[in-house]
């Protein structure tokens, strides 16, 4: 089943910090948000394989924009 | 005491109206972003409309009461959970020692929310006030956002519970929120003819600005002006861009900055002084707009004011924060 981990804020994409084919764990650091001048982690909630990365430095986010597809 | 599971985006303590009488001294106001939210989520539960409260920027905060209290959650529309419930805002309820107040992500419209607790929360005052200045890690808790496992003290109700719970804001005084906040001005210092055009001063007062995603309690950037907008090639002995004069001291809060091409709100922790023209203020019964302006997505729009509208806008908002606003 897939799921994404998606933007809690809006802000732009500060990078995505795991690679298609990682494994990763539940509360895990997925992505980096850009906003207010500070950075945001964005964690999984689920564990799982990283399928697909939908975004790249700068890109605009609002909150609940997919970042990251996860096979769980 | 309030225990904190999880210290969200930017959690921090702050009143109203903040650290005043400082300027002289490079120190910011700090306080609450939005003092209409804070001042009626103070009310609800009976405390006076200054209080300091949590200021909750961006969500996900959570936390563990550890007293029987009465509570009021105000601010963006999105209600927070207790005990994995939604509970109502803009009203006061009581909660139980051991309950758990959880916010998730932000609502459709505006950025922050104000929990206030019967009574108050205990943190030292400095300087006269208990507002968090993070810029300055200065007052509120520790000087900072609150973080996983902080223990913050709170005061107890200076009322019967059963006085306030239940106490909600009289219909149709529930502040408006929006994705274009409307803010009135006035135009000033540094305007048309002598440092801006009057197609500058035009578009200054007819443009919607979008807000960036670099806004902070220090500033709200706006997206950039045109080139068109400077009446002056350059700021002469202030410095080569037209933006620049002489250092001066800024009418903080609400004074809009122009720092090269970039519109900047100088709001809660901002710079008190410097070398930028100042080509607007936004009155001082509007500043709450900007704190609920939601970087990256909303827009600012100013309208022409007096200081007469401000004065009496001003008068106004302090009848509104009132008691009587209660049903």
Known sequence: ???????????????????????????????????????????????????????????????GDPMVVLDV | MLKVINGGIETL????????????????????????????????????????????????????????????VTGTPKAPLLNGKEIPMWESLEVQKGDIIKFSHIGEFGFRWYLAV??????????????TCIFGSYGGYEGRKLANGDVVRLLKPTRSLRGVVGRKIKKGL???????????AIPGPNTSPDYVTEEGMNYLFSHSFKVQH?????????????DS????????????????IIDHAYAMRGALN?????????????PTLGGYMCALSVINADLWKVGQGTPNRDFIKFQ???????????IDQKKLLTENTLI
């Open chain 2, 118 to 131: 019967a009574g108050g929360i205990d943190v030292n005052p400095y300087l006269g006030s208990k507002s």
């Open chain 2, 13 to 72: 303590v702050e009143d109203w109206p903040g650290r005043l009488g400082f300027l002289g001294k490079g120190m910011a106001p700090s306080g609450a972003f939005d003092n209409v939210a804070l001042g009626f989520a103070n009310l609800l539960v009976g405390n006076r409309a200054g209080e300091a409260a949590f200021e909750i920027t961006g969500g996900f905060f959570e936390a563990e009461f550890g007293l029987n209290t009465a509570i009021a």
């Open chain 1, 1 to 63: 089943m897939e799921t994404s981990v998606t933007a809690i804020m809006p802000g732009l994409t500060a990078r995505v910090v795991v690679n298609e084919g990682d494994k990763v764990s539940k509360g895990q650091e997925v992505a980096v948000i850009n906003c207010m001048k500070t950075e945001i982690k964005v964690l999984s909630e689920h564990e799982g394989v990283v399928k697909k990365i939908l975004v790249k430095e700068w890109d605009e986010l609002q909150v």
């Open chain 2, 214 to 226: 670099t806004s902070n309690r220090s500033a709200y950037r706006l997206e950039a002006l045109p």
């Open chain 2, 304 to 314: 022409m004011a007096t200081q007469e509208e401000a004065a009496q806008a001003r």
């Open chain 2, 174 to 184: 529930i502040p408006r929120y929006t994705r274009e906040w409307t803010l009135r």
């Open chain 2, 229 to 244: 907008f400077f009446a002056r090639p350059d700021g002469g002995v202030g410095g080569s861009h037209p933006s620049n």
């Open chain 2, 258 to 270: 122009i720092c090269g091409n970039t519109p900047v709100l100088l709001i809660a922790d901002g």
